[in-house]
Nanobody, 127 residues
Framework: VQLQASGGGLVQPGGSLRLSCVAS????????VGWFRQVPGKEREGISC????????YYADSMKDRFTISRDNAKNTAYLRMNTLEPEDTAVYYC?????????????????????WGQGTLVTVSS
């Protein structure tokens, strides 16, 4: 199982980014994908997750207004669209998948629900 996150970078406050997570080594459409972020010295924070077929999405309460998760199973890729970015969004962003199939359920907040993690992509929001 490999997950490759990309799309991070430097963006001004108020700007937008779309992160990508390319998966390989397993049947992507059978597994949920979660997005998390982490600031050095702080716990990993859940953002959102999407079920394997993409029919169900969940968001952490503070994330649902500005973040949108999606996936394209034909491309083995999950996305996280981030709008109206703020300096407080500066973090390393990670995608993750669980070992087990979970139907339409996934956890948007619990890192331990996931077993495989990408290497992370750094997002810096600054003027």
């Amino acid at each position: 199982v490999q997950l490759q996150a990309s799309g991070g970078g430097l963006v001004q406050p108020g700007g937008s980014l779309r992160l990508s997570c390319v998966a390989s080594g397993f049947t992507f459409e059978n597994y949920a994908v979660g997005w998390f972020r982490q600031v050095p010295g702080k716990e990993r924070e859940g953002i959102s997750c999407i079920s394997g077929r993409g029919g169900t999405t969940y968001y952490a309460d503070s994330m649902k207004d500005r973040f949108t998760i999606s996936r394209d199973n034909a491309k083995n890729t999950a996305y996280l669209r981030m709008n109206t970015l703020e300096p407080e969004d500066t973090a390393v962003y990670y995608c993750a998948v669980p070992k087990a199939r979970s139907g339409n359920y996934c956890s948007p907040r619990t890192p331990t629900w996931y077993d495989y993690w990408g290497q992370g992509t750094l997002v810096t929001v600054s003027s």
